[in-house]
């Protein structure tokens, strides 16, 4: 039986980009949606493992925990992409906004890679090669951000999770970080949004989603990366 890929929050931008790549290399794939987009009925279509999981409460995030066991008894890898963009401008109950934040970018996270430990040990034993856990965090995980306050807390309490889980579970599991800036614009964001982000970054680009692709592809491929955050920002770091 083939082990599956599971991506967290995979039905739109760079986690559906993800998934559609990934099946389209033969991989089985496991995604959680929070929305059922019309995306969602597509990857069911061409074979993916489609479970709803909101991971907005323990409760949430341990029923999930057992639908996963009942889809599969291994798991070649993790990719945690499920994520959520709010701030303290547009969330006045700042208590909520960090604990929502840490829930899940960090707890679920934390929760998931502890719960399915088995699975991912189950396909090293059967392969005799790593498995793999890949956590999205952010760029601002090196400086903060003022207006994201909660936001980037969680995000790099996500890349300290990163090294903590490595040193863990090595060398059975390999555990990485990838940390983006801008990959792809949303339709709504204005001209002069676009342009003022654009010039933040030394390469001045939209890159797309094929650059994740490219960094997941690396990670999962490698077996001597573990512990590790790839930058993925254009340089944005020495603007």
């Not at 597509?42 to 639908?67: M, T, W």
Request: glycine share 4%; aromatic share 6%; net charge neutral.
């Amino acid at each position: 039986m083939t082990s599956p890929i599971l991506i967290t929050g995979a039905g739109q931008r760079i986690g559906l980009a993800l998934a559609n790549h990934l099946l389209a290399q033969g991989h089985a794939i496991i995604v959680t949606y929070r929305t059922r987009h019309q995306a969602i009925t597509a990857l069911a279509q061409q074979g993916a493992v489609c479970l709803h999981a909101d991971f907005s409460s323990d409760a949430a995030i341990k029923d999930f925990i057992v639908q996963l066991y009942q889809h599969t008894n291994s798991l070649r890898a993790i990719i945690h992409n499920a994520s959520s963009w709010d701030c303290e401008a547009n969330n006045p109950d700042s208590a909520a906004l960090f604990d929502d934040m840490m829930r899940i970018h960090a707890k679920t996270p934390y929760l998931i890679n502890l719960a399915a430990s088995e699975l991912l040990l189950n396909y090293q034993k059967q392969q005799q090669q790593p498995a793999d856990i890949i956590h999205l965090t952010d760029y601002i995980v090196e400086q903060g951000s003022p207006k994201h306050l909660a936001y980037a807390a969680s995000k790099a309490a996500l890349d300290n999770l990163t090294k903590s889980f490595a040193a863990k579970y090595a060398p059975h599991i390999k555990v990485n970080a990838i940390a983006p800036s801008l990959i792809i614009f949303n339709e709504h964001d204005s001209d002069e949004y676009r342009a003022k982000t654009l010039k933040k970054s030394l390469m001045g680009i939209e890159p797309g989603c094929r650059e994740i692709i490219n960094s997941v592809d690396l990670l999962l491929n490698s077996h001597y990366i573990t512990g590790r955050s790839m930058p993925v920002d254009g340089g944005r770091h020495l603007k």
